[in-house]
């Protein structure tokens, strides 16, 4: 079946260095991404989003990169703070019922 | 100011019994979600209303059952619980569900716990 999944399962990187979060999809079809942080105790934070007539949009700190022809999206922090550590998803969706496929959360380590 | 707010919290409770968790909006958005997180972090979507309308229903049990009464409000019932059924459950809203695709905005989760 369709599956959006990620390289790595835990990112440690210093504070103050920049970050990148890897995520793979498999469905041709997809046509919206999406970044989630989620911290300990709370729910999914929307960080960025991207439609697939694009391939990079910046946000505050935060970049996403698109390239459809392999399939791969990537979230890149800037300059790492302690406060982005938590757990990140990638997710897409495809049609018109925006149901959204979560791939497995990557977990950011921020050493001081 | 929530966003997006569950209740309760956590609910702890015993394998057989019936038990309902409340999900209310004040973003104005018109689509809500109820995801299931496993003990791994893995979200999966179960449901999603539309206007009052189901729009999305995953293989979910039959004892699972999704009401919205309105717009802002998507409860989850759910009975005679399961081991199985323990996970943290999310409530979730966005704007122009079925039409468009646009950020998902979450609360901060039901944890429930089957003794």
């Known amino acids: 079946g369709e599956s959006v999944g990620l390289h790595l399962p835990t990112l440690s990187v210093q504070e103050g260095d920049n970050s990148i979060i890897n995520c793979a999809y498999s469905n041709s079809a997809s046509d919206y991404f999406i970044w989630y942080k989620q911290e300990s105790g709370k729910g999914p934070q929307f960080i960025i989003d991207?439609?697939?007539?694009?391939d990079k949009r910046q946000g505050q700190r935060v970049t996403v990169l698109l390239n459809k022809t392999v399939k791969h999206l990537s979230l890149q922090i800037a300059a790492t703070q302690p406060g982005d550590s938590a757990v990140y998803f990638c997710a897409e969706s495809s049609g018109a019922n925006s149901k959204l496929t979560f791939g497995k959360g990557i977990t950011l380590s921020v050493r001081p | 100011d929530t966003a997006v707010s569950q209740t309760p919290k956590y609910l702890v409770t015993q394998m057989g019994n019936d038990k309902s968790i409340k999900c209310e909006q004040n973003?104005?958005?018109?689509?809500m979600y109820w995801y299931k997180q496993d003990s791994k972090k893995f979200l999966k979507i179960m449901f999603s209303?539309?206007?009052?309308?189901?729009?999305i229903n995953e293989t979910v049990p039959n004892r699972f059952s999704p009401k919205s009464p309105d717009k802002a409000h998507l409860n989850l019932h759910i009975n005679s619980l399961e081991l199985g059924d323990s996970a943290v459950y999310f409530c979730a809203s966005s704007q122009g569900g079925g039409r468009s695709n646009q950020p998902q905005h979450f609360g901060d989760g039901t944890r429930l716990s089957i003794l």
């Open positions: 209303y539309n206007n009052k309308e189901l729009i």
């Open positions: 991207i439609r697939s007539n694009m």
């Open positions: 973003l104005g958005h018109d689509t």
